[in-house]
């Protein structure tokens, strides 16, 4: 019933920059926090950035400095801006959303389908 699909991933240089977005449609009633996890191979799916309705933001250690979330929600999307990539940035990107639908009157978490960012040393 909700979709949210990634795009702007690919391959950069040490040093460079992308920016994700992510797009949620579907039956939408409301969206409380948006956010962006990763998940390198082998590794265990992490929270790297997220953002409440409010714009209140959250950061993981690793990120903080070097990427900005952002939404807009009269578009239900949100962003990853990531500056000064590092090796270690190097995973699949999902976004996640907090998500009432017209259907149930509670919050459920739906996610993207990824997409891959390879910083290149």
């Known amino acids: 019933q909700v979709q949210l699909v990634e795009s702007g991933g690919g391959l950069v240089q040490v040093g460079g920059s992308l920016r994700l977005s992510c797009a949620a449609s579907?039956?939408?009633?409301?969206?409380?926090?948006m956010g962006w996890y990763r998940q390198a191979p082998g590794k265990q799916r992490e929270l790297v950035a997220k953002?409440?309705?409010?714009?209140?933001?959250n950061y993981a250690d690793s990120v903080k400095g070097r990427f900005t979330i952002s939404r807009d929600n009269a578009k239900n999307m949100v962003y990853l801006q990531m500056n000064s990539l590092k090796p270690e940035d190097t995973a699949v990107y999902y976004c996640y959303a907090q998500v009432m639908t017209h259907y149930l009157p509670t919050w459920g978490n739906y996610w993207g389908q990824g997409t891959q960012v390879t910083v290149s040393s």
């Open positions: 579907g039956s939408i009633g409301s969206i409380n926090a």
């Open positions: 953002i409440t309705s409010g714009s209140s933001t």
